[in-house]
């Protein structure tokens, strides 16, 4: 008779199977890749709108304290049709404001309605500025 493990192993208790074997670690391992290959490309999405809508918020809030630098200033900030905003502005890389119609944002804090062309990285967006305190809205 051949002897096996069970019988090679002392007091002739059979050895107990201990850890994974390197199939079952590979065949881990490769669904780990293939989920992960899924997965990516959408966190990667998310992490970019994240980031945009945050500079889209920043762009807006700095839109709407126009009339507190107005009042701070003591003088109006009047721009034309077509003028661009972001010298008044400390706008995220890549990104642009600039006016459709006149903004007048008078000395007292008060606000003229207008239309500004607000373009990201990403893409370019129309926002109108209400009466009369500067809140921002997206034209759509």
Same mark, same amino acid.
């Given at each position: 008779?051949?002897?096996?493990s069970?019988?090679?192993?002392?007091? @002739? &208790?059979? !050895?107990?199977a201990?850890?994974?074997? =390197?199939?079952?670690? #590979?065949?881990?391992?490769?669904?780990?890749? $293939?989920?992960?290959?899924?997965?990516?490309?959408?966190l990667?999405?998310?992490v970019r709108?994240?980031?945009?809508?945050?500079?889209?918020a920043?762009?807006q809030?700095?839109?709407e304290?126009?009339?507190?630098?107005?009042?701070?200033?003591? @003088? &109006?900030i !009047?721009?034309?049709?077509?003028?661009a =905003?972001?010298?008044? #502005?400390?706008?995220?890389?890549?990104?642009? $404001?600039?006016?459709l119609t006149?903004?007048?944002?008078?000395?007292?804090?008060v606000?003229?309605?207008?239309?500004?062309?607000?373009?990201?990285?990403?893409?370019?967006?129309?926002?109108?500025?209400?009466?009369?305190?500067?809140?921002?809205?997206?034209?759509?």
């Open positions: 008779m051949t002897p096996t069970a019988s090679c192993h002392p007091r @002739g &208790e059979p !050895r107990a201990v850890g994974f074997s =390197l199939l079952e670690m #590979l065949v881990v391992l490769a669904l780990i890749s $293939v989920m992960t290959a899924l997965a990516a490309p959408r990667a999405s998310t709108a994240i980031g945009t809508s945050g500079d889209r920043e762009v809030r700095q839109i304290d126009l009339p507190l630098r107005a009042r701070l200033q003591s @003088g &109006e !009047r721009l034309g049709a077509e003028a =905003l972001s010298p008044l #502005l400390e706008l995220p890389q890549g990104w642009a $404001v600039s006016t006149p903004l007048l944002v008078r000395d007292n804090g606000c003229d309605a207008a239309r500004l062309r607000v373009r990201s990285p990403d893409a370019e967006e129309e926002w109108v500025v209400a009466m009369p305190d500067c809140q921002v809205r997206n034209a759509q």
